[in-house]
């Protein structure tokens, strides 16, 4: 026994050697380029903002901290983050519920028209909100009713962006529950409220919890809804610090509401990382079977109706708002419109926006899914802290301030060796930053649930680290890549927070065209950023359907 013992040792040591050197070897491009394009422009900023003649100035976070007017807008951040979480649950876990329990006509083309509001961009998503509650909207049409530069407008489009989230994350799991666990307990006695709060609710509350982070952390961190809706009235610490970057040129006190919002983006990624683990373990444990059936009783299809309801006024009219204001010109004036030179904001005519979004858009993703993919397969290999910091470190750029982010790139990319300041490239770089956490989380639930033995068998044969992801991981994630990838796409073709800063006025993207439209009076600005957020809800909704085609039930949800 000793002497199996003295032979197995060795072997397995080396075994673990080899393994950890192919993890540090997938990890080591993601990390540079975290490195580069992440931590080193943040860092740049904030630098910049809190060193003053070689010397750190930290006393300077305590004098922003005690000014009333930041104090208030921290206060409303974290405020209208939990107030958006509560009601995007509270209207969204019955939508949870009938995705994963009821199958009925037409389920996934309204599984896809849910995730259509996501993947906007939230510039879009303001626009949206504007034609149906603002000036000249929807509601000031038939009842007088104007609900822009208020809190419910902000509140109802962060449901509107995150409905999706809860629907997906928490459906995904309540699918693959048992049900007759439920009915056991119902059969022993308890009532039906009673089985469910005693069965069913706490095998959900991983992913209650972790749809709730989620939601509490784009909401968190939002900038284009606020930006649109809120007016001068409400501002979130991401509007604060473009305004007080862009306009005011404070850069201390942008550094100091960067550091505030990077402590707490990753107190929240740190408690989101313990849900996810617990959520896991929970997964293991379901049955995989297929639950859906068709509504029965009057309950059931009343559920069914309330849903659909709720998702025609919630999701889809916004959107049909936004379709009929870019209309109201006769002739599709507004479109036509878009062919026009105005040099007084762009340098080119604003419909040339769509094909730099595209290339941009395209560029990004194929750096998201080259990163996001080494990331996913060194996360396959779980090991230790050091694994766990990395997962974290690729979900920061969700959380910390894009603004800071585009900004940062202004400042630290614009010397040797690093001199991409006037250079294309430095757009998809920003973009991509966004898209590698999408790529992640698609990708390694399927990465993860490859049988680990195929993968020694080909070691043993001779395969190279390299031969093996190519001819044994490779042929089975190959549908979850192309998912991944198209989850990039259109996340890309939408990042607004940091294109802002570095899109140069002779290559706009569509979020920016679409936001500097909207900066401007008049009736035909306005309708050419109407026609021009259609033209990216088009495009994202296209991207979206097509992912549907190649999803499998084994591909990750967020």
């Known amino acids: 026994m000793d002497l199996a013992r003295t032979e197995v040792t060795p072997r397995a040591r080396k075994k673990s050697r080899r393994g950890d050197a192919a993890r540090f070897g997938l990890m080591a491009l993601p990390v540079a380029f975290f490195g580069v394009f992440f931590a080193y422009p943040v860092a740049a900023i904030v630098a910049r903002g809190l060193k003053v003649d070689g010397v750190w100035q930290f006393g300077r976070i305590w004098d922003v901290l005690a000014q009333s007017d930041i104090r208030h807008v921290l206060w409303f951040t974290t405020w209208q983050a939990l107030a958006s979480t509560v009601l995007t649950l509270l209207i969204a876990l019955p939508g949870a519920y009938v995705f994963a329990r009821f199958d009925f006509r037409g389920k ?9 509001p996501f993947v ?12 149906l509650v603002g000036r000249g909207g929807l509601l000031d049409e038939l009842w007088g009713v104007r609900l822009d530069t208020t809190v419910w407008a902000i509140l ?24 007759r666990q439920e009915e056991a307990a119902r059969m022993l006695g308890a009532s039906r409220l009673a089985a469910w709060r005693k069965v069913t609710l706490p095998a959900l509350s991983p992913a209650v919890a972790a749809a709730a982070l989620m939601v509490f952390l784009f909401t968190f961190t939002s900038f284009g809804v606020v930006q649109i809706l809120g007016g001068p009235t409400f501002s979130t610490l991401e509007v604060e610090i473009y305004r007080q970057t862009s306009e005011i040129f404070d850069l201390s006190t942008a550094a100091v509401l960067t550091i505030i919002q990077f402590v707490a983006v990753g107190a929240i990624l740190a408690v989101h990382a313990r849900t996810v683990r617990r959520r896991e373990t929970a997964l293991r444990l379901v049955s995989p079977e297929v639950t859906a059936r068709r509504p029965r009783g009057v309950g059931q299809w009343a559920l069914l109706a309330g849903v659909l309801a709720s998702i025609a006024v919630l999701l889809v009219l916004p959107l049909a708002v936004l379709v009929q204001r870019s209309l109201d010109a006769p002739d599709f004036g507004y479109y036509r419109a878009l062919t026009s030179d105005d040099s007084g904001i762009f340098l080119v005519a604003p419909i040339e926006a769509i094909g730099n979004s595209l290339q941009y858009a395209l560029a990004a993703t194929a750096i998201a899914v080259l990163i996001g993919g080494l990331a996913a397969a060194a996360l396959t290999r779980r090991a230790g802290r050091l694994v766990r910091g990395f997962d974290a470190l690729l979900m920061l750029p969700l959380g910390v ?3 800071t982010v585009g900004f940062g790139f202004l400042i630290a990319l614009d010397e040797p060796p690093l001199n991409l300041r006037s250079s294309w490239i430095l757009v998809p770089l920003a973009q991509a930053l966004v898209g590698v956490p999408f790529v992640v989380r698609t990708m390694l639930p399927v990465l993860r649930a490859v049988d680990g033995r195929l993968r020694e068998a080909a070691a043993v044969l001779g395969a190279s680290p390299w031969r093996v992801w190519r001819e044994v991981d490779l042929p089975m994630v190959r549908r979850a890549l192309l998912v991944a ?5 259109a996340v890309s073709l939408g990042e607004f927070g940091a294109t802002v800063f570095i899109a140069r006025p002779d290559n706009p993207t569509l979020p920016v065209a679409v936001a500097r439209l909207l900066g401007r009076a008049g009736d035909l600005n306005y309708g050419q950023a109407m026609a021009l957020s259609t033209i990216l809800m088009v495009v994202c909704a296209v991207s979206l359907l097509l ?3 190649v999803r499998t039930d084994r591909t990750g949800e967020f």
């Open 108 to 116: 996934q083309v309204l599984r896809a028209v849910v995730t259509v």
């Open 120 to 131: 906007l961009p939230t510039v879009v998503v303001g626009t949206a909100f504007l034609a």
């Open 156 to 179: 109802l489009a962060h449901v509107f962006f995150n409905y999706a989230v809860v629907v997906r994350t928490v459906g995904g799991l309540w699918s693959q529950l048992d049900p």
């Open 401 to 403: 301030s894009a603004v």
């Open 485 to 489: 990838a198209g989850f990039a796409f």
């Open 547 to 549: 992912l549907e085609r």
